[in-house]
């Protein structure tokens, strides 16, 4: 007689009578334990909840996303409400001069140096120098050079770096500049954040002054926020700062991130109220470009 495997068993029409005789009662019982381990199984599968949701934050890219971490984690990005120049109250605020400890100063030149290696890559920027307004600028660009470096020796290996003097020097070397020379080069600005767009304007002044050509530009966060309109209705569609140094000087302005991306990318990091507080910041105040 041909046996029936015991996993088709369960689903078998009823043993005729001639064959019954051939279930001893431990077989009866391992079957019944079996169709019993079975259905278990099936429950369990059935009523198996749901993976949960992805988190945001694992959308950006990995730079992104870690260097979103660390801001957070180093209280560089806060929630609350903070006054601007501008006289908004704002419910978040950037401020890189925070990335003053090693492992944040490491995850700031990382993504400074991965987010200008993927213009590089993609045509966006090609530059020689990196330059680094003062204050703030300075750290920024001596970390972001040797970040280059590492990540992308074959492109950065020699790159500099240079920096301003806000007060002239009238001794030793003198001059307005710190480091390599910008006559005749192509100079990539680094800095954490467009406001107004005053400081900007004045480093590409300087940098013009020395003979350089400016690349482009390269922040930590674009608030894709709409400047004060003049009459003071912040109702009326305005362009942001970064929009309009686009527009004036006619170079690629870079952001590691952008107000979406934080928004994206927050969530479950900080409390639901802060997200909304900041969507409904950034539905007032977005910017028209």
Known sequence: MRSTPLAHLSSCPPTPRAFRGIFTRSSR??????????????STKANK????????????????????????????????????????????????GDF???DLLRALSTAYASTIIEAHNN????????????????????ATTDKLAQLDPA????????????????????????????KGKRVLVVDDVVSAGTAKREAIDKIRKEGGEVAGIVVALDRQEKLPSPDGDD???????????????????IAILTLDDILN?????VSEEDVKRTEAYRAKYKASD
């Not at 019982?29 to 099936?42: G, M």
């Not at 950065?156 to 910008?182: M, T």
């Open 123 to 142: 045509g966006v920027l090609n530059f020689d120098i990196v330059f680094g307004p003062a204050y703030k600028g300075i750290p920024l660009a001596t």
């Open 29 to 42: 019982e391992r079957l019944f334990t079996f169709t019993l381990t079975n259905r278990e199984v099936t």
């Open 49 to 96: 909840p749901n993976p949960p949701e992805m988190s945001t934050s694992e959308h950006l890219p990995p730079y992104k996303a870690d260097f979103l971490k660390a801001a957070i984690d180093g209280k560089i990005l806060k929630f609350g409400s903070f006054e601007l120049k501008s006289k908004r109250v704002s419910p978040y605020f950037f401020n890189a």
């Open 235 to 253: 109702s009326k569609p305005m362009p942001s700062a970064i929009g309009e140094l686009k527009k004036e000087y006619g170079i690629p302005i």
């Open 155 to 182: 492109n950065f290996s020699k790159i500099c770096y240079s920096f301003d003097r806000k007060e002239a020097k009238d001794h030793g070397e003198g001059g307005n500049i710190v480091g390599a020379p910008l």
């Open 265 to 269: 990318g927050v969530k479950g990091l």
């Open 100 to 102: 003053y400890r090693a």
